[in-house]
């Protein structure tokens, strides 16, 4: 077993020795050797660098030509090796170093740095990637200007683009060569900076700023599907205008450019100016993207268009700061989708992604605080916890300080910051010092990691008229932290009384009680309402105010109460979900004792209740028909998981309410049908999700009509959300229908890689003792590309990480599987590997049998030779 090279900490961050002011980049393209000239103006940052010695980074880089002022450095005065160039008497004042490389694009598997994709030119920079175009200070606390030239042969490459406003172009005479120069005025570290260069197709609009400034915007993609752009081009300018009416925010240069691209080991980046996408945030149309694509583009679009000011403008100190910028953004996208959108919708589904994959990671050995402090491979740390955990931890702060201070905060963030590389300390200190409010205990959100548990007694006293309310919160150990400290909770609430209107109190002791939020900060607290005119049903974390878990206990007729009266939407969600999730756990618990499932009345009354609730929006109706996933299950579940089991108990609730909820379903269905025009808006998406709920839940009987009903519902589709939705519906049930159905899909999409990435992942969700074979049978399909990350997510992404009962096969060859798949994947696309293991993170919590065989399979993956950094990282925290 390889043993790792030492860890990067927080608490070793030191200023850099050296810093670097301009950057001029010169690219003579040419798919196996692009010749790549560096020309940096250098200067000495500490005392220590005058000394003369000084480190540039690399990874894989090939050295032609170094010269120091013009002229070319003796060979006794520097070492260069692929990852390092040090250079041993640098002068004492300002100099300028010239550094030619050769690097080439179409080898790069890696994705990160310059690579090929589908003939285009492209780079990839953050993290870490600039330091594979050429040797640099690659490191986010180094910010310089750039002026970028790129050079191709015309015919190869008619679009030259980079960072910044075009400058000037033309052709090389004599040759069929043209060039293109950029200049970015704004300075910016390294891993912002990008170059494209290909053959692509382009639409165009334009925006006028707040301040009267015209933009051009641009979105490139493969030609053939400039038609399927427009929705992105209608989610820029809404991103653009949001973010200046919502936070006073203006885009800064002259022009803003998207390039869609098809191999991304990620979602997208926010290159200064220049954003690169995976074509699926850019593309859509209502034959080939559902309505979740939709959103997606619309959130992704925002996200990378936001980063301009919370990532460029102001970036990050060092790499333990991601959070700061990608926290802030999550949350700033997720905002602005909640204003496009229903807020009530988008708050649930946000909330549903945080529990399914920020959860589990807080809960394994996976877990690390929003901020870490240790890392090996900062790739391994774009995850849930910095992301999705970073922007509740922005939510909580807009809770505890009100939405008028919050704005305070973020203006005087903005005025300090910008043009800095920023830390967390920088950012709270700015709320801190617009409001007045002390964030000191706050803070600890960024350094304890793991999920805070809080449980919730309340009784009332009805002779005193007062409701005593005990909330105690504890977090428990995670890797690295065994002792935790009580934290500063948001607790959004209400008493809801008998007639289903929050109650009024007189007054409130034993803690501090904003309008509708507690601020628990101890790890105990009585509080104690006094004036309460009856027994109040308690509604507590209203709107998720915090990421936690809550237990309460509290009667199932109570829930039910709550299900029809709360007025906060998302408790309404919540309380049907709580009841669904009892009766699951029971459910399950009854499968393993091989008895018979019981259902608690409750429950299909709450849900018969809210779908026959025509005052409540279908998308939310739609939400609250969606029982927990068969991974909610095992997270609550927490110990001895036995996914057959689950997914037995969940197959027979579904029978049991399918069968109780009886021809309302059909009768809903069928006034929900009928309408064809396509169109993207939130409010349509709403009434096909509940249409397309509706039809899932009949199936669920599994009778011929249902069945056919299906059948009618997939050959009728007029757009890709009904048809996914029918073969998603076939599929899950695993009937033997499906396998007509999924070719005919195939056949019907065999031209369009985005939607045979649907296609992949339907087959590698059905949950049938087949579906490991097809599995691999599809690994050799034309359709299927291994080096293309999101066809290798869709297959084996899908498979690992949502087919519970098939990835976590007894047999353990789901594991094996995936071993054996992560490494030969590893030598090509180590990023895309790494995540995809992270299907291993609560290997722990499986019963024996199963915990053994993922162990075993783990453990042949970290005894193997030559893992890549990445891999060895995920795979020892794992097993730690
Ligand atoms: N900053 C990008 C975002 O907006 C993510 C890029 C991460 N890339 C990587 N190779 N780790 O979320
Ligand atoms: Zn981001």
Redesign the pocket.
């Known amino acids: 077993m390889k043993t790792e090279a030492a860890p990067f900490r927080l608490e070793d961050y030191r200023a850099p020795a050296f810093t670097i002011d301009t950057v001029a980049l010169d690219f003579q393209l040419d798919p196996p050797a692009t010749r790549v000239t560096a020309t940096l103006s250098i200067r000495a940052n500490t005392e220590e660098a005058r000394k003369g010695r000084l480190e540039l980074i690399g990874d894989e880089i090939v050295l032609k030509g170094l010269k120091l002022d013009g002229v070319a450095v003796p060979a006794s005065h520097y070492i260069a090796t692929p990852s390092l160039l040090t250079l041993t008497d640098v002068p004492k004042g300002p100099f300028t170093l010239e550094i030619e490389t050769i690097v080439d694009p179409a080898a790069n598997t890696k994705?990160?740095g310059l690579y090929r994709t589908s003939g285009t030119y492209c780079t990839?920079c953050?993290?870490e990637?600039f330091r594979r175009i050429t040797y640099f200070l690659d490191r986010p606390d180094v910010l310089a200007v750039y002026t970028t030239r790129l050079e191709a042969e015309k015919s190869d490459a008619p679009i030259l683009l980079a960072n910044g406003n075009p400058v000037e172009s033309g052709d090389i005479p004599g040759t069929d060569r043209h060039f293109a120069i950029w200049h970015d005025p704004f300075p910016k570290p390294s891993y912002l900076f990008a170059m494209v260069a290909g053959d692509l197709g382009v639409i165009t609009d334009r925006f006028t700023t707040m301040s009267g400034r015209d933009v051009e915007l641009r979105i490139y993609c493969e030609h053939g599907k400039e038609a399927r752009c427009t929705y992105a081009m209608d989610a820029l300018k809404r991103s653009m205008k949001w973010d200046e009416d919502v936070f006073g925010l203006e885009y800064d240069l002259d022009i803003f450019v998207i390039v869609a691209v098809s191999d991304f080991?990620?979602?997208?980046?926010?290159n200064k100016g220049l954003n690169v996408f995976n074509d699926k945030y850019v593309l859509a149309d209502p034959d080939a993207a559902t309505d979740a694509d939709y959103a997606n583009v619309e959130g992704?679009i925002a996200?990378?268009y936001f980063?301009n000011w919370t990532?460029n403008r102001i970036t990050c100190r060092d790499w333990f700061q991601l959070c700061l910028?990608?926290g802030l953004?999550v949350f700033r996208d997720q905002e602005f989708s909640s204003d496009m959108r229903s807020r009530a919708v988008k708050r649930i589904a946000d909330v549903r992604t945080l529990q399914a994959r920020q959860f589990p990671e807080d809960g394994g050995p996976l877990a690390h605080p929003v901020r870490p402090e240790i890392y090996h491979e900062?790739?391994n740390f774009?995850t849930p916890t910095v992301?999705e955990k970073g922007a509740e931890v922005v939510r909580m702060l807009k809770s505890i300080l009100g939405p008028d201070d919050f704005r305070k905060g973020m203006d005087l963030y903005v005025k300090r910051h910008d043009g800095d590389a920023a830390t967390i300390e920088d950012f709270l200190a700015s709320f801190a010092d617009a409001t007045g409010v002390d964030l000191s205990q706050f803070k600890l959100w960024y350094s304890q990691a793991g999920t805070p548990q809080i449980v919730a007694r309340g009784a009332y006293d009805e002779a005193a008229k007062s409701y005593k309310l005990t909330l105690t919160q504890s977090l428990a150990a995670t890797p690295g932290q065994s002792q935790k400290r009580p934290m500063h909770m948001p607790i959004r609430f209400g008493l809801i009384g008998p007639n289903g209107d929050d109650m009024d109190y007189a007054s409130v002791s034993g803690g501090r009680v904003d309008r509708d939020i507690i601020h628990l900060t101890e790890a105990s607290q009585t509080l104690v309402f006094e004036g309460v005119g009856g027994r109040p049903v308690p509604s507590l974390l209203r709107g998720f105010s915090a990421p936690v878990r809550l237990a309460i206990d509290i009667s199932a007729s109570d829930l039910l109460f709550q299900a029809r009266t709360d007025t906060d939407p998302f408790n309404r969600w919540q309380a049907v979900q709580t009841l669904a999730m009892r009766n699951l756990v029971a459910g399950t618990a009854e499968q393993i004792a091989g008895r018979a499932p019981k259902v608690e009345p409750a429950l299909i009354d709450a849900l018969g209740g809210v779908l026959d609730n025509d005052t409540l929006e279908p998308a939310f109706r739609a939400q609250v028909l969606q029982l927990p996933s068969e991974a909610d299950i095992a997270r609550e579940l927490g110990q001895d998981v036995d996914p057959e089991a689950i997914a037995a108990a969940r197959t027979a609730l579904r029978l049991a309410i399918s069968t109780g909820l009886g021809d309302r379903l059909e009768r809903h269905y069928a006034r929900l049908s009928g309408e064809t025009d396509f169109h993207p808006d939130a409010t349509s998406a709403g009434r096909r999700a509940l249409r397309n709920t509706l039809l899932d839940l009949r199936l669920a009987r599994r009778s011929p009509d249902a069945i056919a009903a299906a059948l009618t519902h997939f050959e009728a589709a007029t757009n890709m959300t009904d048809r996914l939705a029918a073969l998603a519906t076939i599929t899950q049930a695993a009937l033997p229908e499906r396998r007509a159905v999924l070719d005919a899909f195939h056949d019907r999409y065999a031209n369009d890689a985005l939607v045979l990435d649907k296609w992949l992942t339907l087959e590698a969700t059905v949950p049938a003792p087949d579906t490991l074979d097809r599995v691999k049978a599809l690994l050799k399909h034309p359709s299927y590309s291994p080096n293309n990350p999101n066809r290798v997510r869709a297959l084996v992404g899908s498979f690992a990480g949502a087919n519970q009962t098939q990835f976590n096969r007894a047999d353990g060859a789901g594991y094996d599987f995936l071993a054996d798949f992560a490494l030969d994947l590893d030598k090509r696309n180590p990023?895309t590997t790494a995540r995809l293991l992270v299907s291993f993170r609560s290997w722990r919590a499986l019963e024996p049998v199963r915990r053994a065989r993922a162990e075993a399979a783990l453990r042949r993956i970290a005894a193997a030779k030559d893992l890549s950094p990445d891999t060895l990282d995920i795979v020892t925290r794992t097993l730690a």
């Open positions: 994705l990160m990839q953050e993290a990637g080991n990620m979602g997208a980046m926010e992704v996200h990378e980063h990532g910028k990608e953004t900062i790739s774009y992301y990023q």
